[in-house]
């Protein structure tokens, strides 16, 4: 038996076991979105006094390497919006908005926070 012939029989295992592990994830992840769908939806549509308390981003960066020689690696990025609100009761929730909400949004606005579950629905400031 030469070293080649357990390469050659050992590989095609690892593959096809890695591949299972990224299905499995795959299925996972997604159960676990359609998971937290069905909670939102059932949950009640709640309209209540808070005020943004803080505000913050987060940005991922990936990286699409070329093999071809005189082609330059591509960077994308996105960017995720999170607001913090605090109600009345001293209680936080953070939730993810959009870029046009995150803007419009500033620490320290006072209104009425409607949201369901997790899902963020919309805030109306309170002119003060």
């Given at each position: 038996?030469?070293?080649?012939?357990?390469?050659?029989?050992?590989?095609?295992?690892?593959?096809?076991?890695?591949?299972?592990?990224?299905?499995?994830?795959?299925i996972f992840n997604?159960?676990?979105?359609?998971?937290?769908?069905?909670?939102?939806?059932?949950?009640?549509?709640?309209?209540?006094?808070?005020?943004?308390?803080?505000?913050?981003?987060?940005?991922?960066?990936?990286?699409?390497?070329?093999?071809?020689?005189?082609?330059?690696?591509?960077?994308?990025?996105?960017?995720?919006?999170y607001v913090t609100?605090?109600?009345?009761?001293?209680?936080?929730?953070?939730?993810?908005?959009?870029?046009?909400?995150?803007?419009?949004?500033?620490?320290?606005d006072m209104g009425?926070?409607?949201?369901?579950?997790?899902?963020?629905?919309?805030?109306?400031?309170?002119?003060?």
């Amino acid at each position: 038996m030469y070293p080649g012939d357990v390469m050659f029989n050992v590989v095609p295992i690892f593959v096809v076991i890695m591949f299972i592990v990224v299905i499995g994830l795959v299925i996972f992840n997604t159960g676990k979105g359609i998971s937290q769908w069905k909670k939102n939806e059932d949950s009640p549509k709640l309209c209540v006094p808070a005020h943004v308390k803080t505000k913050r981003t987060e940005v991922s960066r990936h990286t699409h390497h070329h093999t071809e020689p005189h082609h330059h690696d591509h960077v994308t990025s996105s960017t995720s919006y999170y607001v913090t609100f605090e109600f009345e009761s001293g209680d936080r929730s953070e939730f993810r908005v959009s870029g046009g909400e995150y803007g419009q949004l500033a620490e320290g606005d006072m209104g009425k926070l409607t949201f369901q579950g997790t899902r963020y629905l919309g805030f109306e400031r309170i002119k003060g």
